[in-house]
Structures are given as structure tokens and as C-alpha cells.
T-cell receptor, first 110, second 114 residues
Framework: NAGVTQTPKFQVLKTGQSMTLQCAQD?????MSWYRQDPGMGLRLIHY???????DQGEVPNGYNVSRSTTEDFPLRLLSAAPSQTSVYFC?????????FGSGTRLTVV | GDSVTQMEGPVTLSEEAFLTINCTYT??????LFWYVQYPGEGLQLLLK?????DKGSNKGFEATYRKETTSFHLEKGSVQVSDSAVYFC?????????????FGGGTRLMVKP
């Protein structure tokens, strides 16, 4: 009964480094999405996917890439990390009114 | 576009006090409305939801009523406990969106003192 699994939980990057945040779900949900959480701004949508092979941009997509090669996995790639990407990142999967969130990745870019 | 506005925090209350966290929304369609709670160091958990006008969502003593005429979904609890200390997010899901995603308010931190 894993739900949505995010790894890693914590990460420190240097400016300019790249990395991939992993997200996997075992509920066979079609929809998956990535949000970032910043103080006072709630959660803002980065990218989303409506099914395997289909992705689209959300509110704040710049500096991030995604892919959806399988229903289960939806990794988020930071191409060249910047201090402005310091945040807590949440992956979510959904079906209808049911949204399930991962436990988050706290990323610090120095 | 869609938006959600909720009262800024932090909100500090004594145990057993009455809680109201205001939430208003703007949406082009007929959204579903949600309250999520985030306890320290954890992810988001669904607290309650309402899918149409005049619906009341309730859970763990919390309630919120979907008011279409005032575009509001205020969260209330009659008697808060220390264990209710958390960040609360109001959110909407607009069926008109191509993807199934949520639009969140900025969050309200609640601190309950014994």
C-alpha cells in the first residue's frame, strides 16, 4: 500500500548541477503532477501528465523537464539548478476527485 | 484563470477555542473544493471536500460549506486541540482543466497553545 513514493527526501545541490527527482505511484492513476511549495505561496503546479507519453506545462515550468514513459513513473529533472529552485517538491497522482501526494523532497541549491 | 485566496497566518489559538480559516475562490466553471492539512515534516492529507454548491464537507470535527453565492469555503472547528497545529490549504479542482490538477491557496499556519 505504498501510494506515491518520492525520492530523495532531502538534497543539496550546487548552482549549475543537474538532478532528477523520482516519483512513482502504484495506484494505476492516469494523472500525475509536480508541485513546488514555497512559504506563503501554497503549492504551484510545475508540470503535469494526463497519461503515459503525454506531458504539459503548469504555472511555473521554467528550469524543469518531465517525461512519462510509464503510467507508474513521473520523474522531474532540474537541468541546471539555481538558488531560486530551493523549495519543497511534491508529486501527486490522481483519479477523479482522489488526489494522493508523496511525502515531498526538500531541495536546497547553494 | 482559477485562483484561491485564504487568510494569512499564523493563526494562534488557545486549546478549545473556535477556529475559522477563510477561503474564497475564483473559477470559470463549477469547481470541487478541498481542504488539505500538512502536519510538520509531512506531506498533504485530504481533510475534507465538497463537490457542489451547498455541500458541507466534514471530518475530525472540521467543517466547511461550499457557498457558491459568496464563492467561499471557510474552514471551521468548534474546539481546537494542540494536535490540530498544522498548515491548512484550501484548493479547488476545476473540471474545465485539461489535466486533473489542483489550484491551491497560500496556506494558513495554525498554532494551538495548551
Amino acid at each position: 500500500n505504498a501510494g506515491v513514493t518520492q525520492t530523495p527526501k532531502f538534497q543539496v545541490l550546487k548552482t549549475g548541477q543537474s538532478m532528477t527527482l523520482q516519483c512513482a505511484q502504484d495506484m494505476n492513476h492516469e494523472y500525475m503532477s509536480w508541485y513546488r511549495q514555497d512559504p506563503g505561496m501554497g503549492l504551484r503546479l510545475i508540470h503535469y501528465s494526463v497519461g503515459a507519453g503525454i506531458t504539459d506545462q503548469g504555472e511555473v515550468p521554467n528550469g524543469y523537464n518531465v517525461s512519462r514513459s510509464t503510467t507508474e513513473d513521473f520523474p522531474l529533472r532540474l537541468l541546471s539548478a539555481a538558488p531560486s529552485q530551493t523549495s519543497v517538491y511534491f508529486c501527486a497522482s490522481s483519479s477523479g476527485q482522489v488526489f494522493t501526494f508523496g511525502s515531498g523532497t526538500r531541495l536546497t541549491v547553494v | 484563470g482559477d485562483s484561491v485566496t485564504q487568510m494569512e497566518g499564523p493563526v494562534t489559538l488557545s486549546e478549545e477555542a473556535f477556529l475559522t480559516i477563510n477561503c474564497t475562490y475564483t473559477a470559470t466553471g463549477y469547481p470541487s473544493l478541498f481542504w488539505y492539512v500538512q502536519y510538520p515534516g509531512e506531506g498533504l492529507q485530504l481533510l475534507l471536500k465538497a463537490t457542489k454548491a451547498d455541500d458541507k464537507g466534514s471530518n475530525k470535527g472540521f467543517e466547511a460549506t461550499y457557498r457558491k453565492e459568496t464563492t467561499s469555503f471557510h474552514l471551521e472547528k468548534g474546539s481546537v486541540q494542540v494536535s490540530d497545529s498544522a498548515v491548512y490549504f484550501c484548493a479547488l479542482r476545476d473540471l474545465g482543466n485539461a489535466g486533473n490538477m489542483l489550484t491551491f491557496g497560500g496556506g494558513t499556519r495554525l498554532m494551538v497553545k495548551p
